[in-house]
């Protein structure tokens, strides 16, 4: 629960203190119709000529398991 003197604690600080300031800042204040639709993705798209052209492997080291010799590689 936020305590009345913490509303007027950031009222004053954000130098809306008064109920005037705070009226005065929404009087000429013209909200958009709805938000902004986000910006359009850009079409991933990767040219290759035939399946499998383009691989990619990614490995790394997990450690010692129980029962095994070496290094495992997952």
Excluded: N
Excluded at 24 to 38: M, R, T
Excluded at 48 to 62: A, E, K, R, S, T
């Amino acid at each position: 629960m936020i305590s009345p003197s913490g509303v007027f604690k950031v009222l004053r600080r954000q130098g809306i203190g008064t109920r005037q300031r705070r009226l005065s800042l929404v009087a000429g204040y013209a909200s958009p119709p709805e938000p902004e639709p986000p910006p359009a993705v850009p079409e991933q798209h990767l040219d290759v000529h035939q399946p499998g052209d383009l691989v990619q492997l990614d490995c790394f080291h997990i450690g010692r398991l129980t029962g095994t010799k070496g290094k495992v590689w997952q």
